[in-house]
């Protein structure tokens, strides 16, 4: 029988008489026999021992000769068999190549008749308003348009023609679900947009309805619900997320939203036969923010609503058993809504919502409570999914808002007593205290006991032990006027550390540094805020620096009367405001001493037009100087008006003292130097300074009963470090040369006392003429 390679090769006519295969069977046969040959010749040459040389040469030459036909036969068969053996593959190539053509040609001849029948049956469909099956087909022909694309040799026109006809049936399809779901969803919005005024806006939010239509679509099949089919269209198409996506955020916008932030809004259902019908109720409400449980309720009743008359539907992907996933549209659209909705709750339900002081604390339970509920509801429905969210997290962290709140709150509170009016004051004495809530009581494993007192100040005499007392004034402030608002900003701070001794470590801590914050925002907005009244304003700048002291006397005790009633790390020495105390004192002093610049700044300028006090003989000239000297004691009576009862006492002696000593230096200085004084203008400078010493005293009157003002006006020479000089000046323009001569006693007297040997000298030879008598005088001044 011949082999296939053989028959191939026959059938092609090219073998040779005698086939190959018949060649190589004779061979094997003849190799066979040679073989037995072989071995009998071995075994009678080894084993029987037979002469046998002529038989082994016979061998050899068989063997030889069936070599050489073998190698005969091997190159036929690389010449020509293999030849004719690549000449038939290539032929059975071709026919597979052929075969695989024709297999392709009639798989894309299946699918476009697929893709016909599809369309003809997604038109059909849609006719009978079976829009799940009309989306199905459609979804069908279009994979079947995929496979189409991605076969070799279709004609690019055809899918041109293929891909536009499945464009238009899908938005002819999508046309029409979105006819019937406005039919079915049906809402009427408030015309836009929102009015601005708040008293407009009720009236046009109450304009919002949701209507929605639970018709029944009677078909041949069955009797599906006419929702059913829309929405199982939409998600078959993979139009499902963007039509409930637009969905939520009208819901959002026009519905949750409102009643999130509208105390007034409540919710109003009517079921009608086939409808549903949601719109607003207008109602009474005492309070600005609805309570976060009334919310709940409020949205609640929304999503219920929602859930029973349109998410209620079960869904699918795909109309594909295999590949079918479900869809849940109340989670779809729950997960839409959530995030957005969740951050209105928060800020404008929840927030308002978080306890003013510790002492409600406790009452806040509940809404963590109601919140809690809220969730597990909303998980009943399929709404949210998961176990934890943002909502209830912000709920539990109540103590974490809470202190976020009372620190925002003492802030602005802060900054408006900041930038109010200063000039609204109250008086402080020794004995005035600031009352704060009774402190708890510290831990006995100390021996500090601390007195459980309500005050910061102590009214009674401190015993300590010995036979010495501290005077209940010892730690007190002195008596002036402070701002009312700094009074109110001190006694804000020492509320908001009682409230942090029973507060939480966290809360404790940021109540804390809030207090510390207040007096870092006073130190950089008030002295800004206020610039240009305090520049100008005498009386201004002297409550601010009051209000500076005031407050650095406080910073000194306050961190000690709250440390040891205060949690870890506070209590162990870290609550402290001592480090405020040296820049409150300076920022205070620098502002006052700013004034004081200013206001010496104008007296020497009034001083500036006497015209030095020369030649006062001449009417002109005293008229200048007698008015610059008028007008210096104006200025000195006006400040010691502005600022009587509102300095402490030292400091308004001090301050008016220093600045009626810049006037009379600048007076003694002048007319020390001047080189010539008549008799007449002696006496015109001795009335001007005669003015200055009867009204000088005059000025020192810090407090406003006239009594009391004797005891600072009888020691004048103590705040005014010129006055003797200024009165011995006057003895000098009345006294002879002897009596001049007399009141230096060789450097003894009070002449020598005030004025230096030059500073006599100059005025012995202004008053007196040059003869012997002046210079023996002269010679006396060494």
């Given at each position: 029988?011949?082999?296939?390679?053989?028959?191939?090769?026959?059938?092609?006519?090219?073998?040779?008489?005698?086939?190959?295969?018949?060649?190589?069977?004779?061979?094997?046969?003849?190799?066979?026999?040679?073989?037995?040959?072989?071995?009998?010749?071995?075994?009678?040459?080894?084993?029987?021992?037979?002469?046998?040389?002529?038989?082994?040469?016979?061998?050899?030459?068989?063997?030889?000769?069936?070599?050489?036909?073998?190698?005969?036969?091997?190159?036929?068969?690389?010449?020509?068999?293999?030849?004719?053996?690549?000449?038939?593959?290539?032929?059975?190539?071709?026919?597979?190549?052929?075969?695989?053509?024709?297999?392709?040609?009639?798989?894309?001849?299946?699918?476009?008749?697929?893709?016909?029948?599809?369309?003809?049956?997604?038109?059909?469909?849609?006719?009978?308003?079976?829009?799940?099956?009309?989306?199905?087909?459609?979804?069908?022909?279009?994979?079947?348009?995929?496979?189409?694309?991605?076969?070799?040799?279709?004609?690019?026109?055809?899918?041109?023609?293929?891909?536009?006809?499945?464009?238009?049936?899908?938005?002819?399809?999508?046309?029409?679900?979105?006819?019937?779901?406005?039919?079915?969803?049906?809402?009427?919005?408030?015309?836009?947009?929102?009015?601005?005024?708040?008293?407009?806006?009720?009236?046009?939010?109450?304009?919002?309805?949701?209507?929605?239509?639970?018709?029944?679509?009677?078909?041949?099949?069955?009797?599906?619900?006419?929702?059913?089919?829309?929405?199982?269209?939409?998600?078959?198409?993979?139009?499902?997320?963007?039509?409930?996506?637009?969905?939520?955020?009208?819901?959002?916008?026009?519905?949750?939203?409102?009643?999130?932030?509208?105390?007034?809004?409540?919710?109003?259902?009517?079921?009608?036969?086939?409808?549903?019908?949601?719109?607003?109720?207008?109602?009474?409400?005492?309070?600005?923010?609805?309570?976060?449980?009334?919310?709940?309720?409020?949205?609640?009743?929304?999503?219920?609503?929602?859930?029973?008359?349109?998410?209620?539907?079960?869904l699918w992907d795909s109309m594909d058993c295999k590949e079918k996933q479900a869809i849940n549209l109340a989670e779809l659209l729950g997960g839409m809504i959530w995030e957005e909705l969740s951050e209105i709750i928060i800020k404008n339900c929840l927030v308002f919502s978080i306890p003013a002081n510790s002492s409600q604390l406790e009452l806040y339970e509940e809404v963590i409570k109601?919140?809690?509920?809220?969730?597990?509801?909303?998980?009943?429905?399929?709404?949210?999914?998961?176990?934890?969210?943002?909502?209830?997290?912000?709920?539990?962290?109540?103590?974490?808002?809470?202190?976020?709140?009372?620190?925002?709150?003492?802030?602005?509170?802060a900054r408006n007593l900041m930038t109010s009016e200063i000039h609204n004051t109250v008086k402080i004495t020794t004995d005035s205290k600031i009352s704060i809530p009774k402190l708890p009581s510290p831990e006995m494993d100390s021996k500090l006991v601390i007195s459980k007192t309500s005050?910061?100040?102590?009214?009674?005499?401190?015993?300590?032990?010995?036979?010495?007392?501290?005077?209940?004034?010892?730690?007190?402030?002195?008596?002036?006027?402070?701002?009312?608002?700094?009074?109110?900003?001190?006694?804000?701070?020492?509320?908001?550390?009682?409230?942090?001794?029973?507060?939480?470590?966290?809360?404790?801590?940021?109540?804390?540094?809030?207090?510390?914050?207040?007096?870092?925002?006073?130190?950089?907005?008030?002295?800004?805020?206020?610039?240009?009244?305090?520049?100008?304003?005498?009386?201004?700048?002297?409550?601010?620096?009051?209000?500076?002291?005031?407050?650095?006397?406080?910073?000194?005790?306050?961190?000690?009367?709250?440390?040891?009633?205060?949690?870890?790390?506070?209590?162990?020495?870290?609550?402290?405001?001592?480090?405020?105390?040296?820049?409150?004192?300076?920022?205070?002093?620098?502002?006052?001493?700013?004034?004081?610049?200013?206001?010496?700044?104008?007296?020497?300028?009034?001083?500036?037009?006497?015209?030095?006090?020369?030649?006062?003989?001449?009417?002109?000239?005293?008229?200048?100087?007698?008015?610059?000297?008028?007008?210096?004691?104006?200025?000195?009576?006006?400040?010691?008006?502005?600022?009587?009862?509102?300095?402490?006492?030292?400091?308004?002696?001090?301050?008016?003292?220093?600045?009626?000593?810049?006037?009379?230096?600048?007076?003694?200085?002048?007319?020390?130097?001047?080189?010539?004084?008549?008799?007449?203008?002696?006496?015109?400078?001795?009335?001007?300074?005669?003015?200055?010493?009867?009204?000088?005293?005059?000025?020192?009157?810090?407090?406003?009963?006239?009594?009391?003002?004797?005891?600072?006006?009888?020691?004048?020479?103590?705040?005014?470090?010129?006055?003797?000089?200024?009165?011995?000046?006057?003895?000098?323009?009345?006294?002879?040369?002897?009596?001049?001569?007399?009141?230096?006693?060789?450097?003894?007297?009070?002449?020598?006392?005030?004025?230096?040997?030059?500073?006599?000298?100059?005025?012995?030879?202004?008053?007196?003429?040059?003869?012997?008598?002046?210079?023996?005088?002269?010679?006396?001044?060494?």
């Open positions: 029988m011949l082999s296939f390679v053989a028959e191939v090769l026959a059938s092609s006519g090219k073998l040779e008489k005698e086939d190959i295969g018949t060649k190589i069977n004779r061979l094997s046969r003849r190799v066979e026999e040679f073989k037995g040959e072989v071995y009998n010749s071995i075994i009678k040459k080894y084993e029987e021992f037979i002469p046998s040389l002529k038989n082994g040469d016979d061998l050899v030459n068989q063997v030889e000769e069936i070599s050489l036909e073998i190698d005969v036969l091997k190159s036929q068969i690389e010449n020509q068999v293999q030849r004719d053996l690549r000449v038939a593959v290539t032929e059975f190539s071709e026919l597979k190549q052929q075969l695989e053509q024709s297999t392709a040609l009639l798989s894309v001849l299946t699918e476009l008749h697929e893709l016909d029948t599809a369309l003809e049956t997604n038109h059909q469909a849609l006719l009978e308003k079976n829009y799940t099956k009309s989306a199905a087909q459609l979804s069908k022909a279009q994979h079947n348009f995929t496979l189409l694309k991605s076969r070799k040799g279709i004609e690019l026109k055809m899918l041109q023609v293929l891909s536009t006809e499945l464009t238009v049936q899908k938005e002819k399809l999508l046309y029409h679900l979105g006819e019937e779901w406005k039919q079915l969803a049906v809402w009427s919005l408030p015309p836009s947009p929102a009015p601005a005024k708040a008293e407009d806006l009720f009236g046009w939010t109450l304009k919002t309805e949701l209507r929605l239509c639970n018709m029944m679509s009677k078909k041949k099949s069955d009797l599906e619900p006419l929702l059913v089919s829309i929405l199982q269209g939409f998600a078959i198409l993979g139009e499902l997320n963007r039509k409930l996506k637009f969905f939520s955020q009208i819901l959002l916008k026009y519905i949750l939203k409102p009643l999130v932030i509208e105390p007034f809004l409540e919710v109003e259902i009517e079921l009608q036969t086939n409808d549903a019908v949601l719109r607003f109720a207008a109602v009474e409400s005492k309070s600005d923010h609805e309570s976060p449980a009334k919310v709940y309720q409020k949205i609640s009743t929304v999503l219920e609503f929602l859930y029973q008359h349109l998410l209620y539907v079960p109601a919140t809690d509920k809220f969730e597990e509801k909303l998980k009943e429905m399929q709404f949210l999914q998961g176990h934890s969210t943002d909502l209830l997290k912000y709920a539990k962290n109540v103590n974490v808002h809470f202190a976020s709140k009372k620190c925002q709150d003492v802030i602005v509170t005050n910061v100040v102590p009214g009674d005499i401190v015993n300590l032990g010995t036979v010495k007392q501290l005077s209940s004034q010892t730690m007190g402030f002195p008596t002036c006027r402070i701002s009312e608002s700094t009074q109110k900003l001190v006694e804000l701070a020492y509320q908001t550390l009682s409230e942090a001794t029973s507060a939480t470590t966290e809360c404790a801590v940021q109540l804390f540094y809030t207090v510390r914050n207040i007096f870092h925002l006073f130190y950089d907005v008030v002295p800004t805020y206020h610039k240009e009244t305090l520049q100008k304003l005498p009386q201004l700048a002297a409550i601010h620096q009051n209000n500076c002291m005031y407050i650095a006397h406080h910073l000194i005790t306050l961190g000690h009367q709250f440390h040891c009633s205060l949690p870890n790390p506070l209590c162990n020495g870290t609550a402290t405001f001592v480090d405020f105390v040296p820049s409150f004192r300076q920022l205070g002093t620098e502002c006052f001493l700013a004034q004081l610049c200013t206001q010496r700044d104008e007296l020497l300028e009034r001083l500036s037009t006497a015209r030095n006090y020369s030649s006062l003989e001449d009417a002109d000239n005293y008229s200048a100087a007698n008015k610059a000297v008028r007008q210096v004691i104006h200025q000195l009576k006006r400040l010691g008006i502005v600022w009587q009862d509102v300095l402490p006492v030292h400091i308004y002696c001090k301050a008016l003292g220093t600045l009626l000593n810049t006037a009379i230096t600048d007076i003694v200085n002048k007319i020390t130097v001047l080189e010539d004084i008549t008799s007449e203008s002696a006496d015109g400078l001795y009335s001007l300074c005669k003015t200055i010493l009867e009204e000088g005293p005059g000025i020192f009157q810090p407090l406003l009963e006239e009594s009391k003002n004797k005891k600072f006006q009888e020691e004048i020479p103590i705040y005014v470090p010129k006055w003797l000089k200024f009165k011995e000046l006057m003895i000098v323009l009345q006294a002879s040369l002897q009596e001049l001569v007399d009141r230096w006693t060789d450097g003894k007297g009070p002449f020598a006392a005030e004025f230096s040997p030059i500073e006599a000298k100059n005025l012995i030879r202004a008053l007196f003429q040059n003869t012997e008598r002046r210079a023996a005088a002269l010679a006396k001044i060494k």
